[in-house]
């Protein structure tokens, strides 16, 4: 497709209905906003302009927003409707020529290649809009045809009669219009209809009415259209979402014994051979190598990384460390901003006490080394190739365990070897 695209996300609602402070658009779907969700997906079309429209929480979701770049952020100022929204929007593209896609903020289902499809559908008519037929239309638009199935336009329920409430094929919401059409279809929308609003559903009439076509497209996958209003409705997205993610991982070889009960964010690596065993958490950005062992009950944080054939077992928490190669927790342990060399063995209750309650600090673990159970490395802390702690340790800050050398007590000091292990006097 040659023609420039702009995506216009409507994101200036309220949200009152999920009864939380967060701005809807911001609440977290595995790892992403639901705005972010939306914006990954179309950025996927590789659009000319992105015009996102806020209003209410603006300021923190625009600073969720600072990290990307190409997005235009309009302020519609007190939302009087869709179709507000896109006039508004619209005025940022003074002079586009091409193809406007309208999605929503709060529909994070919706897959680049729908969005695709309704853009290849569009064709020459003026706009193409997504339907979909819900096990539940109760409040969506209504999507009106005549009797030979030509689309006449869109009721929203509230303004539907008895009849036209019984149409079960409802308006997705999502639209692709030339934007040259566009234009003047939006410039006389009126706010007479049960809500006081400017309809963006109001476009297909009027573009009907001025002789343009309009198409069609049905969503196969009703679950796509699925928005969120409600903290239950997130509840039901994340779910649809979690598979998506676990499916792919699965595809790619990544033994995960129960989808059920295994949580797993977007932007996570996951070598093949790797297993990841129930009740593990794996957040957002963490690197998984290869015939690597995870959980049952693991916690992977923000910027875990498990080199291949490493093994982080039950009820131990990685955050911000590097575990290398056949490096092992298996139990009741914390790494936070440690780096683990080749073949560790961190014995069952080990913690890196990274925070003196100012600063995070780092702990540093050789190739081969043996920390033994319930040893508590206290942060900055250097702990050689090949080195050992007694069971209990408690090895000081700054107190560097040399390679090979063996640290017991508390707190932890040098075990002299023996006469024996010396060897004979010179
Ligand atoms: C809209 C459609 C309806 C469709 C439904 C699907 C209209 C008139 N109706 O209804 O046919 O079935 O979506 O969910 O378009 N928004 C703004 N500014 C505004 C109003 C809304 O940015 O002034 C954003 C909201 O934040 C939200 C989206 O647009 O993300 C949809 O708004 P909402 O008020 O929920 O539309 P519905 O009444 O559900
Ligand atoms: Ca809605």
């Not at 005025?91 to 729908?114: H, K, N």
């Not at 699925?226 to 509840?235: C, K, T």
């Not at 003196?356 to 920390?371: E, I, L, N, P, S």
């Amino acid at each position: 497709m040659n023609r420039p695209l702009a995506v216009l996300v409507l994101a200036a609602g309220l949200g009152k209905r999920t009864k939380v402070s967060l701005p809807k658009v911001m609440l977290p779907l595995c790892g992403r906003t639901l705005l972010g969700t939306v914006l990954d997906e179309v950025a996927a079309l590789a659009p000319a302009r992105t015009v996102v429209v806020l209003h209410h929480g603006r300021e923190k979701v625009e600073a969720s927003l600072a990290a990307r770049g190409g997005l235009t952020i309009v302020d519609q100022g007190a939302p009087r409707g869709t179709g507000h929204a896109v006039q508004v929007a619209m005025a940022a593209l003074e002079g586009f020529v091409g193809d406007v896609l309208v999605c929503y903020g709060d529909m994070p289902l919706l897959r680049s290649e729908t969005y695709a499809a309704l853009r290849a559908a569009r064709g020459d008519a003026a706009a193409a809009l997504l339907t979909a037929l819900p096990d539940d239309p109760t409040g969506l638009g209504r999507i009106l045809r005549d009797e030979s199935g030509a689309v006449l336009g869109i009721r929203e329920e509230r303004d539907c009669s008895d009849d036209e409430r019984a149409i079960e094929e409802i308006n997705v919401g999502v639209y692709c219009y030339d934007a040259a059409a566009l234009r003047p279809a939006l410039a006389n929308l009126s706010a007479q209809n049960a809500q006081g609003e400017l309809y963006l559903t109001d476009t297909i009439g009027n573009l009907l009415a001025a002789g343009h076509a309009v198409e069609t497209v049905e969503l196969d996958d009703a679950d796509e259209a699925l928005g969120v209003n409600s903290l239950q409705q997130l509840a039901l997205a994340r779910a649809v979402m979690q598979d998506r993610i676990l499916e792919r991982h699965l595809a790619n070889g990544v033994m995960i014994e129960d989808p059920a009960t295994t949580w797993i964010d977007h932007d996570v690596v996951i070598g093949r051979d790797t297993r990841v065993l129930p009740c593990s958490v794996i957040r957002k950005g963490v690197v998984i190598g290869a015939g690597c062992e995870v959980g049952p009950f693991a916690h992977l944080r923000e910027n875990a990384v498990l080199e291949d054939g490493a093994e982080i077992g039950n009820f131990v928490e990685v955050k911000k460390s590097r575990v290398g190669r056949r490096s092992k927790a298996k139990h009741l342990a914390y790494l936070g901003d440690a780096e683990l060399g080749e073949g560790v063995n961190i014995g069952a209750g080990t913690i890196t006490a990274n925070y003196d309650g100012k600063h995070k600090h780092r702990t540093v673990v050789g190739d081969g080394a043996f920390v033994g159970s319930g040893t508590v490395l206290v942060a900055p802390l250097q702990v050689g190739k090949g080195a050992t702690t007694g069971a209990g340790a408690v090895v000081r800050r700054n107190s560097p365990v040399g390679e090979g050398e063996t640290w017991v007590g508390v707190p932890a000091r040098r075990l002299e070897k023996s006469a024996h292990e010396r060897g004979p006097k010179a």
